[in-house]
């Protein structure tokens, strides 16, 4: 089942903070973090693992959930190279498969 | 070096026709994968695929097969095209460990436009 992101939409200035949202009604052993920049592909941001393991780069972090099902991802003092489409990614089955949200748009204004 | 290419960057096709999408990974992965992009941006997995097995998401039409050559590569052939497969095309690739903990590299998409 497809997880639930939110906002759809935000804009921010500049070196402000954002907070994007993902859940899902299933128990998640795993939820994956991508980015994607206008007419490109999307590139890998961060796995968060059940029990805590955390993988990822970039100066982005994420939470996970696990009792929940829920994740994360925080933006913090953004710049302008963080605007983009933001998918959460959820374990569809095996072999990696990822079932993604929606999508978040992110803006990030001068 | 580019890590997952696809050919061709667009296509541009009539309805009914046949088209290949081609895809080839060096990285090394053992597992590929094709996923649709829409209109509104959906980015939904269409098939994945290791030297093992085969997993085909169920709401995808039999018009549309995989065929990997070998390791390195997974094409997707369309059969019969409709307006409603117009979307971006993306490949993927990853190595499998961990349950759940593998990142996928993605290729930079083949625009496919049915008229």
């Known amino acids: 089942q497809q997880p639930v992101q939110s906002p759809q939409a935000v804009i921010l200035r500049e070196g402000e903070d954002a907070v994007i949202n993902c859940s899902s009604s299933k128990a998640l052993y795993s939820v994956h973090w991508y980015r994607q920049k206008h007419g490109e592909a999307p590139v890998f941001l961060m796995i968060l693992l059940k029990g805590g393991e955390q993988k990822g780069h970039e100066k982005i972090s994420a939470s996970f959930n696990e009792k929940k099902q829920q994740s994360s991802l925080y933006l913090t003092a953004s710049q302008l190279s963080y605007s983009g489409t933001y998918f959460c990614?959820?374990?569809?089955?095996?072999?990696?498969?990822?079932?993604f949200g929606k999508g978040t748009k992110l803006s990030v204004k001068p | 070096d580019t890590a997952v290419s696809q050919t061709p960057k667009y296509l541009v096709t009539q309805m009914g026709n046949d088209k290949s999408i081609k895809c080839e990974q060096n990285l090394g992965h053992d597992t590929m994968y094709w996923y649709k992009q829409d209109s509104k941006k959906f980015l939904k997995i269409m098939f994945s695929?290791?030297?093992?097995?085969?997993?085909i998401n169920e709401t995808v039409p039999n018009r549309f097969s995989p065929k990997s050559p070998d390791k390195a590569h997974l094409n997707l052939h369309i059969n019969s095209l409709e307006l409603g497969d117009s979307a971006v095309y993306f490949c993927?690739?990853?190595?499998?460990?961990?349950?759940?903990?593998?990142?996928?590299?993605f290729g930079p998409g083949t625009r496919l436009t049915v008229t």
């Open positions: 695929y290791n030297n093992k097995e085969l997993i």
């Open positions: 993927a690739s990853s190595q499998i460990r961990n349950r759940g903990a593998s990142e996928q590299y």
């Open positions: 990614g959820t374990e569809g089955g095996s072999q990696g498969n990822l079932i």
